[in-house]
């Protein structure tokens, strides 16, 4: 900071004017995005109160708190499954020994390639009444449909456990680096006080990783909260999907806003929770550095035990499922290399191409105004730009969808009564306004990973750039973006792949006769042509092997 101001004393007034206004410029881009990621909340919520209320009151009494109880259900149900199967296989990685260790501690990433909805699609086509399970089942047994009871998929414990089953890789990768972390002291001491091994993880090395943990299942819950494929498909009634139905079904938009604002204050109220659950504790090794933990060897029947428990949740949301969408796509007539397919790929990439670079440019602007101007305002606009992550799609779309089709309607009648032409939807028919949506829902993950970025740029460089002549567009062209470039790419891809798996948003805001591969997925998938729904699912999914690559590497660093 010294070396800055002494520059800046001793800098002729023009320059010292550039330097200024380049700021200025970052400070409004800012403010401009963080406002744009505040917008769709607040329209929901004044669309929700100005609107009528003769959809919602049609629904209060049945239908409201059928979805209100369905959703709790449904986060509770994957709140303790990410925690078990997630902490468990941390746990097991990281503190022990046994054969095949080392690639389930990569392996266990996998299914986070897949979306929810895809795994939905090939467990149904194989457990579903017609599916491959029963109809042998039937046929070695001689048993009709009613002389058995087996579980049923399309259900509320079915849809649950797809979304275990790849949101449980949040919980692992933050419960295994809190593993890490930790050294032996603490547990050790434990030990030697006469606890079990079991008692000590339970009482010292389980709360020195919570607030990890927590980050972990919360991240679980709002991807619940968001999920829209995996609730419609199996019918489960929770606000996602009731959303979609009011908005397109029953044509009313304000009752659509007050369901979403609903979903809205489950997921801020959920945040919020957490939040001052964890409250200010804080964990810290006692005394000097000390050595990392020494795993432990299991061998016999606790190797055996620890492996098919980490081999269940690889094989369960990975590999078989690759294997049941791969059979039922050899079954189908679809051509993914015909001029239909291709045109769908093209769309997607287009989406996720556009989404992504506006997506990185916007935490630019966020993450170098808090390197330029560290102090209240900045931390202000970045955290309400991360506040879009804990919003699902389906809110997104509607808070986005309502005043832009005002200003729409609006626009074209004045045209019309002034001049006599009829403009239509210029904004909300278009891509640009989804691009915008994608935008305010994965802002978090891209600022996130510039400013990991970022902090690898110690201050004295900033300081030399100005003592250079350097102005805020100088530094941040010449210093700061060639040495983010990894950050950067990281952040682009990850972005572009969530926009490639997002259902909800683009089945809302879509361009009419602008579909993509998720959306025909789900198209085929809701007409029950599952072997026909393998084909853009598989594509999906290999898409989204990309980032699970990179964190592939990090992991074997970091081993």
Same mark, same amino acid.
């Given at each position: 900071m010294t070396a800055v101001s002494q520059t800046e004393d001793y800098a002729p007034k023009g320059r010292r004017r550039s330097r200024k206004s380049g700021t200025g410029v970052f400070s409004f881009l800012a403010w401009c995005v963080a406002l744009a990621c505040i917008l769709p909340m607040v329209a929901v919520g004044l669309a929700a109160v100005t609107g009528g209320t003769e959809t919602i009151r049609h629904l209060a009494e049945p239908v409201l708190p059928r979805y209100a109880l369905t959703t709790l259900g449904l986060v509770a149900l994957v709140s303790a499954g990410t925690l078990m199967v997630g902490v468990g296989a941390a746990?097991?990685?990281?503190?022990?020994?046994?054969?095949?260790?080392?690639?389930?501690?990569?392996?266990?990433?996998?299914?986070?390639? @897949?979306p929810a909805y895809v795994l939905a699609y090939a467990y149904t086509y194989v457990l579903d #009444?017609?599916?491959?399970?029963?109809?042998?089942?039937?046929?070695v047994t001689g048993w009709g449909p009613r002389d058995y009871w087996f579980p049923e998929i399309r259900s509320l414990g079915g849809a649950a456990m797809m979304l275990v089953l790849v949101l449980y890789p949040y919980v692992y990768l933050l419960a295994r680096a809190a593993f890490l972390q930790q050294t032996g002291g603490a547990f050790l001491a434990a030990r030697a006080l006469g606890k079990s091994a079991f008692e000590a993880f339970w009482r010292v090395s389980l709360p020195m990783a919570r607030p990890a943990i927590a980050s972990g299942v919360l991240l679980a819950v709002m991807e619940t909260l968001a999920d829209f494929g995996t609730v419609s498909y199996f019918g489960v009634q929770t606000f996602a999907p009731g959303i979609y139905t009011s908005w397109f079904s029953m044509g009313d938009r304000a009752g659509a806003a007050q369901l979403a604002l609903c979903l809205l204050s489950f997921a801020l109220v959920l945040a919020l929770v957490e939040r001052s659950t964890r409250g200010k504790a804080r964990y810290h090794q006692a005394g000097k550095q000390h050595a990392a933990m020494a795993p432990a060897d299991l061998? +016999?029947?606790?190797?055996? %035990?620890?492996?098919? *428990?980490?081999?269940? /949740?690889?094989?369960?949301?990975?590999? *078989?499922?690759? @294997? $049941?969408?791969?059979?039922?796509? *050899?079954?189908? &007539?679809?051509?993914?290399?015909?001029?239909?397919?291709? +045109?769908?790929?093209?769309?997607s990439v287009t989406l996720a191409t556009l989404a992504a670079c506006l997506t990185v440019l916007a935490a630019i602007c966020l993450g170098f105004y808090q390197r330029l101007r560290p102090g209240r305002p900045s931390a202000t606009a970045a955290y309400m730009s991360r506040l879009g992550y804990a919003v699902p799609g389906g809110v997104i779309a509607v808070g986005l969808m309502v005043p832009f089709a005002a200003v729409d309607n609006a626009f074209d009648a004045?045209?019309?009564?002034?001049? &006599?032409?009829?403009?239509?939807?210029?904004?909300? %028919?278009?891509?640009? *306004?989804?691009?915008?949506?994608?935008?305010?829902?994965f802002l978090a993950a891209a600022l996130g990973?510039? &400013?990991? +970025?970022?902090?690898?740029? #110690?201050?004295?460089?900033?300081?030399?750039?100005?003592?250079?002549?350097?102005?805020?567009?100088?530094?941040?062209?010449?210093? #700061?973006l060639p040495m983010l470039t990894p950050s950067l790419l990281t952040a682009l891809l990850i972005v572009f792949v969530d926009v490639m798996k997002d259902l909800p948003a683009t089945l809302i805001?879509?361009? @009419?006769?602008?579909?993509?591969?998720?959306?025909?997925?789900?198209?085929?998938?809701?007409?029950?042509?599952?072997? +026909?729904?393998? %084909?853009?699912?598989?594509? $999906?999914?290999?898409?989204?092997?990309? /980032?699970?690559?990179?964190?592939?590497?990090?992991?074997?660093r970091r081993r």
């Open positions: 746990w097991l990685v990281t503190m022990t020994r046994f054969p095949g260790v080392r690639i389930f501690e990569v392996a266990l990433i996998l299914p986070l390639a @897949f #009444h017609p599916g491959i399970v029963q109809s042998s089942l039937r046929q061998k +016999g029947a606790r190797a055996v %035990g620890a492996w098919v *428990l980490c081999a269940l /949740p690889v094989c369960l949301g990975f590999l *078989l499922p690759v @294997f $049941i969408l791969f059979n039922m796509g *050899l079954q189908s &007539e679809q051509n993914l290399l015909s001029r239909r397919y291709v +045109g769908f790929l093209q769309n004045w045209m019309r009564a002034n001049f &006599e032409i009829r403009t239509g939807l210029l904004i909300t %028919g278009s891509i640009w *306004l989804l691009v915008a949506a994608y935008m305010v829902r990973a510039y &400013e990991s +970025g970022q902090s690898t740029v #110690h201050a004295n460089m900033d300081a030399a750039a100005r003592s250079l002549g350097q102005g805020p567009f100088g530094m941040l062209r010449r210093v #700061h805001m879509r361009p @009419f006769n602008y579909d993509t591969l998720a959306v025909q997925a789900y198209r085929l998938a809701s007409d029950e042509r599952l072997e +026909g729904a393998a %084909g853009p699912s598989l594509v $999906i999914m290999a898409v989204g092997l990309l /980032p699970v690559i990179l964190i592939f590497r990090q992991v074997g």
